[in-house]
């Protein structure tokens, strides 16, 4: 009943603040109230099965945006405005689950998955890390080793020379 008066006085009124208002100039950009944006940024759209009501290109989109930013410029805040949307076109339409019952398991469930997720690669890694054995130990070079290397090394750079 209180939600049917509250339709009925703000359609009734909608014209009244309408008529004070003018179409922007061109180049003037339109003005959206601050408490339509914050309503608005809280809702997808029903004309528009999988969007977000600030981007939904129907009509019927831009008719609701534009009731959101009538009832906003007649001071009903953005709370009070997504609840009265939710009402008339269903729940499933908020675009953030609540974080209680249900929904609170949306807000749960991600960030445990993510910790659950990062512990299992650090113990992955801790794991990997405990079987690598020692580090190989290379033999050192004889003195005969070091005279063939260090003739190579000489033989290799007269090739480099420039022959001019």
Same mark, same amino acid.
């Given at each position: 009943m209180m939600r049917s008066i509250l339709f009925l006085s703000l359609f009734l009124y909608a014209p009244?603040? @309408?008529?004070?208002?003018? &179409?922007p100039a061109s180049g003037e950009s339109i003005q959206v109230h601050p408490e339509a944006r914050e @309503?608005?940024?809280?809702l997808k759209s029903p004309y528009c099965p999988g969007m977000m009501l600030d981007v939904c290109p129907s009509p019927g989109g831009a008719m609701l945006r534009d009731s959101i930013q009538s009832m906003a410029a007649a001071g009903i805040?953005?709370?009070?405005?997504?609840?009265?949307?939710?009402? $008339?076109?269903? &729940?499933e339409w908020?675009?953030?689950?609540?974080?209680?019952?249900?929904?609170?398991?949306?807000?749960?469930?991600?960030?445990?998955?993510?910790?659950?997720?990062?512990?299992?690669?650090?113990v992955i890694l801790g794991r990997r890390r405990g079987r690598?054995?020692? @580090?190989?130990?290379?033999?050192?070079?004889?003195? $005969?080793?070091?005279?063939?290397? $260090?003739a190579a090394l000489k033989i290799l750079d007269e090739e480099e020379e420039p022959a001019f």
């Open positions: 009244l603040m @309408a008529s004070g208002q003018r &179409p @309503a608005i940024d809280q805040g953005a709370d009070s405005i997504v609840s009265l949307i939710l009402a $008339e076109y269903g &729940p908020r675009a953030e689950p609540t974080p209680e019952g249900t929904g609170l398991w949306a807000w749960l469930v991600a960030p445990a998955g993510l910790a659950l997720g990062l512990a299992l690669v650090w690598r054995g020692p @580090a190989p130990s290379f033999p050192q070079p004889t003195p $005969e080793d070091t005279a063939r290397i $260090e």
